[in-house]
T-cell receptor, first 108, second 114 residues
Framework: KNEVEQSPQNLTAQEGEFITINCSYS?????LHWLQQHPGGGIVSLFM???GKKKHGRLIATINIQEKHSSLHITASHPRDSAVYIC??????????FGGGTRVLVKP | GAGVSQSPRYKVAKRGQDVALRCDPI?????LFWYQQALGQGPEFLTY????????KSGLPSDRFFAERPEGSVSTLKIQRTQQEDSAVYLC????????????FGSGTQLSVL
């Protein structure tokens, strides 16, 4: 079993829909990152969380440390949100463990 | 620089050839990370530098992989005697201090070994 599991693996939404991506992990962590990767492009850091909730524009990230679970929400989704969203956790040391990513396609 | 810069963007190598991949982190960033991303998968940790010191190289898949950051800024990932299974995107990231902070990623080097 991977240490970091994301669901769903793939998600298709219509423009304007609310999107939720989930990340579950099996180890104790001190920080969790949500990252966005566009096809052929580099990775952009969206959020870094250690507790609670963060919001940036139409993106909201939450984390429940006790349940070892985090969610990334996209409100009023837009075709430009189409990308792969990756969850990564920091356990011991300076190593990040990544989930396999969720491929999001938002149709106009 | 304005961001993390990696070169080359694409590299095609014949099996057995040596390759060198370069990463220019954001100026002043102490931490530098190398990751390997196979097609359709999430990145996997290779190695970590704090300034010029390589503090963790536990993710390097074999002794054919070698990384250095001699002056605490630019880093080079070298792969000797490349194999087909080395084909992947190699990503570099930097942060001001460590992974408890925001990471800045380069666009990656896509390595194809034929």
């Amino acid at each position: 079993k991977n240490e970091v599991e994301q669901s769903p693996q793939n998600l298709t939404a219509q423009e304007g829909e609310f999107i939720t991506i989930n990340c579950s992990y099996s180890v104790g962590i001190s920080a969790l990152h949500w990252l966005q990767q566009h096809p052929g492009g580099g990775i952009v850091s969206l959020f870094m969380l250690s507790s609670g909730k963060k919001k940036h524009g139409r993106l909201i990230a939450t984390i429940n440390i006790q349940e070892k679970h985090s969610s990334l929400h996209i409100t009023a989704s837009h075709p430009r949100d189409s990308a792969v969203y990756i969850c990564a956790v920091k356990a011991a040391g300076n190593k990040l463990t990544f989930g396999g990513g969720t491929r999001v396609l938002v149709k106009p | 620089g304005a961001g993390v810069s990696q070169s080359p963007r694409y590299k095609v190598a014949k099996r057995g050839q040596d390759v060198a991949l370069r990463c220019d982190p954001i100026s002043g960033h102490v931490s530098l990370f190398w990751y390997q991303q196979a097609l359709g998968q999430g990145p996997e940790f290779l190695t970590y530098f704090q300034n010029e010191a390589q503090l963790d190289k536990s993710g390097l898949p074999s002794d054919r992989f070698f990384a250095e950051r001699p002056e605490g800024s630019v880093s080079t990932l070298k792969i000797q005697r490349t194999q087909q299974e080395d084909s992947a995107v190699y990503l570099c990231a930097s942060s001001l201090l460590g992974v408890g902070e925001k990471l800045f990623f380069g666009s990656g080097t896509q390595l194809s070994v034929l």
